[in-house]
């Protein structure tokens, strides 16, 4: 469909462009104008060649991530900022250059973290009795193309079993550099982590001990969960006929 | 022992090939090769109410090199695929390869960078048998075709008269893009 | 050995040819300067492909003697790219991906997938109650089978082919628990963002009632025949030994995090799915070793059969898939006579009299439900311990990103602390007693 309110048929026909209408009523997925542009989606199946004869070919759709949240974030929230930025502050930091910004989305509290500053703030969680996130369930990423200069996010879920709670930190690294220091010295747990996100997405964690691929081949080339690799898929015979991979198929973008 | 290749053609070679057929798919080890979810199944399989034992299976063997069946259970990996060859090519002979469930078979639903897309481009099948998991009804259904598969095998000048015949029979077959169907 | 050559092989004539009887010759000079050294370190590399290293998990060990000083692991070779997969089908297809990952807890796998895509949908409120109690039944069924496999297969690496046997034996029981309800004995796929598949089939209740009389009976039968073995508590004992803080450094959780004493369970500390309001314990023990954690899965299995059967008791008539037409698929499943699909009146009525529901039901399938822009993390205890979906939409049909955060993986990191120090017997125990699934650990 046109747009995101995944109505069955007809409003793609409405005139309304979703680029131009973010506050509309119908579109739940835009959350306002303050969330963050990370690409455009232009077109529906993924064809970018040739005539587009569906009707949908001069679709264009913003794909926009929920943007910074303001105080006050609600819930223990805000004792968990206020704990943090007081701990960061009696280190001699200023909390406004270690947090680019919080998000609260879906009742989950995200600090999107400078990357150099990574190490302390984690350190920082673990440590501080009013905190104490002590298990890190690893780190995640995500390769976001469209969002130039801060193409890779690297996403860590803390919990603390102590207070029962769960926040997450996200860092972003850009294409050209990917580099974000490793959190190995504060959480060991990441240490398997780390060298996966570094085998899938080609993220150098500095001061890892030992950066190496862990689950693909050792020779293996180039970062296969990475956007701009290719899904695979070798053509199967079947009575002549070729299988495209299925990244070569029909989509709906 | 190689004796039996040397056999000349005839009765006494039919008869021993029949002797033999039996005495090997009477007996059959297989090499424990166990990958993925159809590995679980195969070890039900082996475990009390589907009984492997009762075809002379139940001794999976650790070492390849007492085995002469491997029962490819589940998804190969580009990074197992090597290992997977070193313990075929570790297997004395004769030996048989099942590949057990569709990823091994054909990559399965995993057409994707990192599934070796069907066993086949490694080692020789002998039973694609399809399914995710197959059953382990399905796996002894398999193994039982097997069964008849070695006891239909030939000996010496009997294997290679079969052996040419395949042969011209793959030369004299026609290549799949001119293969008509219902599909085509 | 004939001590007077110094050739390294003596000839000897015979009637097929000359013989060559190869003897120590030089290499025992060789051997007696090795043997003097001090240096005695062997490299061994067990597996991956092992009938003792619970599936393609490849351990290099450092030994000394019987010591083992240093001990490593490979892994990755059941690499599955599942998680790129993934992001090439829609949200609903992805459970089938899912369920393959650790495919010894398939329904913990969807249903973590799927609490994660109704979280980033915001439906989390509208999730029919019989599914949300369905879903637990069938979690906690699931735990009963992942730990018999685990006793099952630790007891054959041991050698106990029995406990094996016994393991298996009261696996099929669940397995065909599994068949009756979804259809199918492993990779279900039933579990579904919205909802489930379908409903109960009839006389799904009474066999569950069944079988958990059968296994509390049963269950009696792994204490007699391994809790008070000597043999093997002489094999399990101290072994595989973690205490609590290296569970938390190495980021263990489970049963590994458990046996040490710490009773985190993700059902109390961060209920989902109504954990809160079932009546069940989390068992400890302080033993911080794999004995301690045999014994911690057999009483969980005991607690999984007491949530069982609350469940069956909470039943409700009623949906098992969410209200919302746009996201409810499938909706109409039945079983038909060519197997499952979609059920007779429901295929009368979007091809014999609405338009607007075929168009409604083609686009649903082919195309798939959007989901609105963001992230979300949605963790469930799974019999190995934190199991979590990190779930990223760009507000498409299909998700951006999929990370499974499994436990298997994690606690595998263990296995060094573990294993370093002691006999290379007691790594298989120590590894068994993880219970990775590689299917988990390398997707």
Same mark, same amino acid.
């Given at each position: 469909?046109?747009?995101?309110?995944?109505?069955?048929? @007809?409003?793609?026909?409405?005139?309304?462009?979703?680029?131009?209408?973010?506050?509309?009523?119908?579109?739940?997925?835009?959350?306002?104008?303050?969330?963050?542009?990370?690409?455009?989606?232009?077109?529906?199946?993924?064809?970018?060649?040739?005539?587009?004869?569906?009707?949908?070919?001069?679709?264009?759709?913003?794909? +926009?991530?929920?943007?910074?949240?303001?105080?006050?974030?609600?819930?223990?929230?805000?004792?968990?900022?206020?704990?943090?930025?007081?701990?960061?502050?009696?280190? @001699?930091?200023?909390?406004?250059?270690?947090?680019?910004?919080?998000?609260?989305?879906?009742?989950?509290?995200?600090?999107?973290?400078? +990357?150099?500053?990574?190490?302390?703030?984690?350190?920082?969680?673990?440590?501080?009795?009013?905190?104490?996130?002590?298990?890190?369930?690893?780190?995640?990423?995500?390769?976001?193309?469209?969002?130039?200069?801060?193409?890779?996010?690297?996403?860590?879920?803390?919990?603390?079993?102590?207070?029962?709670?769960?926040?997450?930190?996200?860092?972003?690294?850009?294409?050209?550099?990917?580099?974000?220091?490793?959190?190995?010295?504060?959480?060991?747990?990441?240490?398997?982590?780390?060298?996966?996100?570094?085998?899938?997405?080609?993220?150098?964690?500095?001061?890892?001990?030992?950066?190496?691929?862990?689950?693909?081949?050792?020779?293996?080339?180039?970062?296969?969960?990475?956007?701009?690799?290719?899904? @695979?898929?070798?053509?199967?015979?079947?009575? @002549?006929?070729?299988?495209?991979?299925?990244?070569?198929?029909?989509?709906?973008? | 022992? =190689?004796?039996?290749?040397?056999?000349?053609? =005839?009765?006494?070679?039919?008869?021993?090939?029949?002797?033999?057929?039996?005495?090997?798919?009477?007996?059959?080890?297989?090499?424990?090769? =166990?990958?993925?979810?159809?590995?679980?199944?195969?070890?039900?399989?082996?475990?009390?109410?589907?009984?492997?034992?009762?075809?002379?299976?139940?001794?999976?063997?650790?070492?390849?090199?007492?085995?002469?069946?491997?029962?490819?259970? $589940?998804?190969?990996?580009?990074?197992?695929?090597?290992?997977?060859?070193?313990?075929?090519?570790?297997?004395?002979?004769?030996?048989?390869?099942?590949?057990? $469930?569709?990823?091994?078979?054909?990559? $399965?639903?995993?057409?994707?960078?990192?599934?070796?897309?069907?066993?086949?481009?490694?080692?020789?099948?002998?039973?694609?048998?399809?399914?995710?998991?197959?059953?382990?009804?399905?796996?002894?259904?398999?193994?039982?075709?097997?069964?008849?598969?070695?006891?239909?095998?030939?000996? $010496?000048?009997?294997?290679?008269?079969?052996?040419?015949?395949?042969?011209?029979?793959?030369?004299?077959?026609?290549?799949?893009?001119?293969?008509?169907?219902?599909?085509? | 050995?004939?001590?007077?050559?110094?050739?390294?092989?003596?000839?000897?004539?015979?009637?097929? !040819?000359?013989?060559?009887?190869?003897?120590?010759?030089?290499?025992?000079?060789?051997?007696?300067?090795?043997?003097?050294?001090? %240096?005695?370190?062997?490299?061994?590399?067990?597996?991956?492909?092992?009938?003792?290293?619970?599936?393609?998990?490849?351990?290099?060990?450092?030994?000394?003697?019987?010591?083992?000083?240093?001990?490593?692991?490979?892994? &990755?070779?059941?690499?599955?790219?599942?998680?790129?997969?993934?992001?090439?089908?829609?949200?609903?297809?992805?459970?089938?991906?899912?369920?393959?990952?650790?495919?010894?807890?398939?329904?913990?796998?969807?249903?973590?997938?799927?609490?994660?895509?109704?979280?980033?949908?915001?439906? *989390?409120?509208?999730?029919? %109650?019989?599914?949300?109690?369905?879903?637990?039944?069938?979690?906690?069924?699931?735990?009963?089978?992942?730990?018999?496999?685990?006793?099952?297969?630790?007891?054959?690496?041991? !050698?106990?082919?029995?406990?094996?046997?016994?393991?298996?034996? %009261?696996?099929?029981?669940?397995?065909?628990?599994?068949?009756?309800?979804?259809?199918?004995?492993?990779?279900?796929?039933?579990?579904?963002?919205?909802?489930?598949?379908?409903?109960?089939?009839?006389?799904?209740?009474?066999?569950?009632?069944?079988?958990?009389?059968?296994?509390?009976?049963?269950?009696?039968?792994? %204490?007699?025949?391994?809790? &008070?073995?000597?043999?093997?508590?002489?094999?399990?004992?101290?072994?595989?030994?973690?205490?609590?803080?290296?569970?938390?450094?190495?980021?263990?959780?489970?049963?590994?995090?458990?046996?040490?004493?710490?009773?985190?369970?993700?059902?109390?500390?961060?209920?989902?799915?109504?954990?809160?309001?079932?009546?069940?314990?989390?068992?400890?023990?302080?033993?911080?070793?794999?004995?301690?954690?045999?014994?911690?899965?057999?009483?969980?299995?005991?607690?999984?059969?007491?949530?069982?059967?609350?469940?069956?008791?909470?039943?409700?008539?009623?949906?098992?898939? /969410?209200?919302?037409?746009?996201?409810?698929?499938?909706?109409?499943?039945?079983?038909?006579?060519?197997?499952?699909?979609? #059920?007779?009146?429901?295929?009368?009525?979007?091809?014999?009299? #609405?338009?607007?529901?075929?168009?409604?039901?083609?686009?649903?399938?082919?195309?798939?439900?959007?989901?609105?822009?963001?992230?979300?993390?949605?963790?469930?205890?799974?019999?190995?311990?934190?199991?979590?979906?990190?779930?990223?939409?760009?507000?498409?049909?299909?998700?951006?990103? /999929?990370?499974?955060?499994?436990?298997?993986?994690?606690?595998?990191?263990?296995?060094?602390?573990?294993?370093?120090?002691? *006999?290379?017997?007691?790594?298989? /125990?120590?590894?068994?007693?993880?219970?990775?699934?590689?299917?988990?650990?390398?997707?």
């Amino acid at each position: 469909m046109s747009d995101p309110d995944k109505s069955t048929h @007809g409003t793609g026909a409405n005139g309304v462009n979703p680029d131009k209408d973010l506050n509309a009523q119908n579109l739940p997925g835009q959350r306002g104008d303050q969330g963050e542009v990370i690409g455009v989606r232009r077109g529906m199946f993924g064809a970018n060649n040739g005539g587009d004869t569906s009707g949908y070919g001069g679709l264009v759709r913003t794909v +926009r991530l929920p943007g910074a949240t303001s105080r006050p974030y609600g819930g223990w929230f805000d004792e968990v900022a206020d704990e943090l930025e007081g701990a960061l502050e009696e280190q @001699g930091l200023v909390p406004e250059n270690v947090i680019e910004k919080t998000v609260v989305d879906r009742g989950e509290l995200t600090f999107h973290i400078e +990357r150099e500053y990574l190490p302390v703030v984690a350190k920082t969680l673990r440590d501080d009795p009013a905190l104490r996130f002590e298990l890190c369930t690893g780190v995640s990423a995500v390769h976001f193309p469209g969002d130039k200069g801060r193409e890779l996010h690297a996403v860590y879920h803390l919990r603390s079993i102590t207070h029962t709670r769960l926040i997450r930190l996200e860092v972003s690294a850009p294409d050209g550099d990917p580099h974000i220091p490793s959190v190995v010295s504060v959480y060991p747990t990441n240490d398997w982590h780390e060298r996966e996100v570094y085998d899938f997405f080609g993220l150098i964690f500095d001061g890892h001990p030992a950066l190496t691929r862990i689950m693909m081949p050792d020779d293996w080339q180039g970062f296969p969960q990475r956007k701009d690799y290719p899904l @695979g898929g070798i053509p199967v015979e079947y009575k @002549g006929a070729q299988i495209p991979a299925p990244d070569q198929r029909r989509s709906y973008s | 022992m =190689g004796l039996e290749e040397k056999l000349p053609s =005839g009765f006494l070679l039919s008869t021993v090939e029949q002797a033999a057929g039996w005495v090997r798919k009477s007996s059959v080890f297989p090499a424990t090769f =166990g990958l993925a979810c159809c590995a679980i199944e195969m070890m039900t399989t082996g475990a009390g109410r589907y009984d492997l034992a009762r075809f002379g299976m139940e001794v999976f063997r650790g070492s390849p090199r007492q085995a002469d069946l491997m029962i490819v259970a $589940g998804r190969v990996s580009q990074k197992m695929a090597p290992v997977l060859r070193q313990v075929y090519d570790q297997m004395p002979n004769p030996k048989w390869v099942i590949s057990m $469930g569709v990823c091994a078979s054909t990559g $399965g639903m995993f057409n994707n960078y990192a599934i070796v897309q069907g066993v086949d481009h490694i080692v020789p099948v002998d039973i694609y048998l399809p399914g995710c998991p197959p059953r382990p009804e399905m796996l002894m259904d398999a193994i039982l075709k097997l069964h008849e598969k070695i006891q239909g095998s030939k000996l $010496g000048v009997n294997a290679e008269e079969a052996a040419r015949e395949a042969e011209e029979a793959a030369l004299k077959a026609l290549p799949t893009i001119e293969l008509k169907g219902l599909l085509r | 050995m004939s001590t007077s050559s110094t050739s390294h092989a003596t000839p000897r004539e015979t009637t097929e !040819g000359t013989v060559y009887t190869v003897t120590g010759g030089d290499w025992d000079e060789v051997v007696e300067a090795a043997a003097k050294t001090d %240096d005695e370190r062997i490299v061994v590399n067990m597996g991956p492909q092992h009938p003792s290293t619970h599936g393609v998990l490849r351990l290099i060990l450092e030994i000394d003697g019987e010591t083992v000083t240093e001990a490593r692991c490979g892994i &990755g070779y059941l690499h599955t790219g599942i998680e790129k997969n993934l992001e090439y089908r829609t949200w609903t297809q992805g459970t089938t991906f899912v369920t393959r990952m650790d495919y010894l807890t398939p329904f913990f796998n969807e249903t973590a997938y799927c609490l994660a895509v109704e979280k980033l949908l915001g439906i *989390q409120d509208d999730i029919p %109650d019989r599914a949300t109690i369905i879903r637990v039944l069938l979690m906690e069924l699931n735990r009963l089978s992942s730990h018999l496999v685990c006793i099952a297969t630790g007891g054959m690496e041991l !050698g106990a082919t029995t406990i094996m046997i016994y393991g298996f034996r %009261d696996r099929e029981l669940v397995l065909d628990i599994y068949e009756l309800i979804t259809g199918l004995r492993m990779n279900h796929a039933f579990v579904r963002p919205g909802g489930l598949a379908q409903d109960l089939p009839p006389g799904a209740v009474d066999q569950v009632r069944a079988f958990v009389k059968k296994m509390r009976k049963n269950l009696t039968e792994y %204490d007699k025949l391994a809790t &008070g073995n000597p043999v093997f508590k002489g094999r399990m004992q101290g072994i595989g030994y973690l205490d609590l803080a290296g569970c938390l450094a190495t980021g263990a959780t489970g049963p590994v995090l458990r046996s040490a004493g710490l009773p985190h369970d993700l059902r109390k500390s961060d209920p989902y799915c109504g954990y809160e309001t079932y009546d069940f314990e989390v068992p400890t023990t302080d033993t911080c070793d794999a004995y301690g954690r045999f014994l911690l899965r057999l009483e969980e299995m005991r607690q999984s059969l007491r949530i069982v059967e609350q469940c069956l008791d909470r039943l409700e008539p009623g949906p098992v898939m /969410v209200g919302d037409k746009k996201i409810a698929w499938p909706a109409q499943l039945a079983l038909g006579p060519d197997g499952l699909g979609n #059920s007779l009146d429901h295929i009368k009525k979007i091809m014999g009299t #609405s338009m607007e529901a075929l168009i409604h039901h083609f686009k649903l399938v082919t195309e798939g439900f959007r989901v609105p822009p963001g992230q979300a993390y949605v963790a469930v205890e799974s019999p190995k311990g934190e199991l979590g979906v990190h779930a990223v939409s760009d507000g498409g049909t299909r998700p951006y990103r /999929v990370h499974f955060r499994d436990p298997s993986f994690t606690n595998l990191q263990a296995m060094a602390a573990m294993c370093e120090g002691g *006999q290379v017997a007691d790594v298989i /125990v120590a590894v068994a007693s993880i219970d990775p699934v590689m299917g988990g650990v390398d997707r």
